[in-house]
């Protein structure tokens, strides 16, 4: 029997979520320097967290954020607001009864995510111990960086926090906008933290329109709703992976269910609010956000959210199908690719992708597990109507004709394309 792979990143036993043990020097698998990122999203938030951990354990972060509904460029399907943040611009410093402890110098123990990615660091030489948590807000635009202070020495520690945080604005369509990091207002904290005790500060990253001296909110965090966004982001991720009232996945394999728990976790949190089409499911991967496709949502994410049976994303997937239903005409043209820029920006790629085939193959299968009569009688004419468009496509041996296929030209395509005409059979089979 071959011995297993040594693996960095391990099933948490007191937790939800996976660990890495950083400081475990007997596991062959944590050679350092080493790097790795996660992207978490809200509603009007995405960040992608990156993050690298060098030789001597430091830890070096950089927060790339998607504003979704903020926009910067008239007609660009990426012109939504974006910042890149470091730690060589924002990391907090503290002071331990005197001394000053850096983050970046500091190395780290260990490093788990359960929804939540957090960062342990080793106790500093004073016995006070530090830990880093990123957390989007499920609904507000933006996010909270928590850092959390527990004194495990044997007396009393005076920790101190200098004045900290930023402010970065920039023109957008609807109006100025302003980008803020802040802690409590941005004044300096001191604290006496007994032996045993700890406290707590987040930093607040969020983004609003601001209109001359007024700020127009969207979705803003509030000092009180900054403590509770990471407790709001734990309960999301354990219901959607965990709750017995959506779909799971059982195996021998406790590191394959695990997987599962995570890809059903991707999904569910990326959905975003447009103000053409509501909410709906968009792939995020730092570029597609506050649209829908055919392919990533209609045939991929769609059906699979049919199973998962939550509110949010069966919402997602029902304002994605009529929009696309919307645009089938009588002359049966083409349909458009995506929706972008909230819904505002109908998108033609390559031609005709097989559009009509992706929606026909996941339309007919959502419709299917969800078995809701009135639903599909909705969307039915939707899905005669894609059959009907490949039925036109389809030449004298069957094959149903299109431009190009999902890979849009990546590769050289003709003009019978197999994975058109296996999705258009499959929406003939299922419908």
Same mark, same amino acid.
């Given at each position: 029997?071959?011995?297993?792979?040594?693996?960095?990143?391990?099933?948490?036993?007191?937790?939800?979520?996976?660990?890495?043990?950083?400081?475990?020097?007997?596991?062959?698998?944590?050679?350092?320097?080493?790097?790795?990122?996660?992207?978490?999203s809200?509603?009007?938030?995405?960040?992608?967290?990156?993050?690298r951990v060098?030789?001597?354990?430091?830890?070096?972060?950089?927060?790339?954020?998607?504003?979704?509904?903020l926009r910067?460029?008239?007609?660009?399907?990426?012109?939504?607001?974006?910042?890149?943040?470091?730690?060589?611009?924002?990391?907090?410093?503290?002071?331990?009864?005197?001394k000053?402890?850096?983050?970046d110098?500091?190395?780290?123990?260990?490093?788990?995510?359960?929804?939540?990615?957090?960062?342990?660091?080793?106790?500093?030489s004073?016995?006070?111990?530090?830990?880093?948590?990123?957390?989007?807000?499920?609904?507000?635009?933006?996010?909270?960086?928590?850092?959390?202070?527990?004194?495990?020495?044997?007396?009393?520690?005076?920790? +101190?926090?200098p004045r900290?945080?930023?402010?970065?604005?920039? +023109?957008?369509?609807?109006?100025?906008?302003?980008?803020?990091?802040?802690k409590?207002?941005?004044?300096?904290?001191?604290?006496?933290?007994?032996?045993?005790?700890?406290?707590? +500060?987040?930093l607040?990253?969020?983004?609003?329109?601001?209109?001359?001296?007024?700020?127009?909110?969207?979705?803003?965090?509030?000092?009180?709703?900054?403590?509770?966004?990471?407790?709001?982001?734990?309960?999301?991720?354990?219901?959607?992976?965990?709750?017995?009232?959506?779909?799971?996945?059982?195996?021998?394999?406790?590191e394959?269910?695990?997987?599962?728990?995570?890809c059903?976790?991707?999904?569910?949190?990326?959905?975003?609010?447009?103000?053409?089409?509501?909410?709906?499911?968009?792939?995020?991967?730092?570029?597609?956000?506050?649209g829908?496709?055919?392919?990533?949502?209609c045939?991929?994410?769609?059906?699979?959210?049919?199973?998962?049976?939550?509110?949010?994303?069966?919402?997602?997937s029902?304002?994605?199908?009529?929009?696309?239903?919307k645009?089938?005409?009588?002359?049966?043209a083409?349909?458009?690719?995506?929706?972008?820029?909230?819904?505002?920006?109908?998108?033609?790629?390559?031609?005709?992708?097989g559009?009509?085939?992706?929606?026909?193959?996941?339309?007919?299968?959502?419709?299917?597990?969800?078995?809701?009569?009135d639903?599909?009688?909705?969307?039915?004419?939707?899905?005669?109507?894609?059959?009907?468009?490949?039925?036109?496509?389809?030449?004298?041996?069957?094959?149903?004709l299109?431009?190009?296929?999902?890979?849009?030209?990546?590769?050289?395509?003709g003009?019978?394309?197999?994975s058109?005409?296996?999705?258009?059979?499959d929406?003939?089979?299922?419908?």
């Amino acid at each position: 029997m071959e011995t297993p792979e040594p693996t960095r990143w391990y099933i948490d036993p007191d937790g939800d979520g996976i660990v890495w043990n950083v400081g475990d020097a007997d596991n062959p698998a944590n050679g350092l320097p080493h790097s790795d990122h996660v992207e978490m999203s809200g509603s009007r938030v995405s960040v992608i967290v990156r993050y690298r951990v060098d030789e001597a354990r430091r830890v070096f972060i950089e927060r790339d954020i998607f504003f979704p509904q903020l926009r910067i460029r008239q007609n660009d399907v990426r012109g939504y607001l974006r910042r890149v943040y470091d730690d060589r611009l924002l990391l907090p410093r503290f002071v331990i009864d005197g001394k000053e402890w850096f983050p970046d110098r500091a190395p780290i123990e260990r490093v788990t995510f359960d929804g939540v990615l957090t960062l342990h660091y080793a106790p500093s030489s004073d016995g006070i111990c530090f830990r880093r948590s990123i957390t989007p807000s499920l609904m507000q635009t933006g996010f909270v960086e928590s850092w959390d202070v527990v004194n495990r020495s044997q007396r009393t520690s005076d920790i +101190f926090l200098p004045r900290f945080g930023l402010i970065d604005s920039t +023109f957008g369509v609807d109006g100025d906008l302003m980008i803020s990091v802040n802690k409590n207002g941005n004044e300096p904290i001191r604290v006496d933290v007994l032996p045993g005790d700890s406290f707590s +500060f987040p930093l607040v990253f969020e983004a609003v329109i601001v209109s001359f001296s007024k700020q127009i909110p969207s979705g803003q965090i509030t000092s009180k709703d900054a403590t509770d966004v990471a407790l709001v982001r734990r309960d999301f991720a354990n219901r959607i992976q965990t709750d017995p009232a959506h779909i799971a996945f059982s195996c021998p394999d406790p590191e394959i269910n695990t997987l599962f728990a995570f890809c059903k976790l991707r999904a569910a949190e990326s959905l975003f609010e447009t103000d053409l089409m509501g909410l709906v499911h968009s792939p995020g991967g730092g570029n597609f956000y506050g649209g829908i496709w055919a392919n990533d949502q209609c045939e991929y994410a769609n059906p699979f959210f049919a199973f998962l049976n939550d509110a949010d994303t069966t919402e997602a997937s029902v304002n994605c199908y009529r929009h696309f239903a919307k645009h089938m005409g009588e002359d049966y043209a083409p349909l458009p690719s995506s929706f972008e820029m909230g819904g505002h920006m109908p998108f033609y790629k390559c031609g005709d992708r097989g559009d009509a085939a992706m929606i026909a193959s996941g339309l007919s299968r959502y419709l299917l597990v969800r078995g809701d009569h009135d639903l599909a009688a909705e969307l039915y004419p939707a899905l005669s109507w894609c059959n009907e468009y490949n039925r036109r496509k389809t030449d004298s041996r069957g094959v149903v004709l299109s431009d190009t296929d999902e890979l849009e030209g990546r590769f050289p395509t003709g003009d019978a394309n197999l994975s058109t005409s296996v999705l258009a059979y499959d929406g003939y089979r299922m419908g």
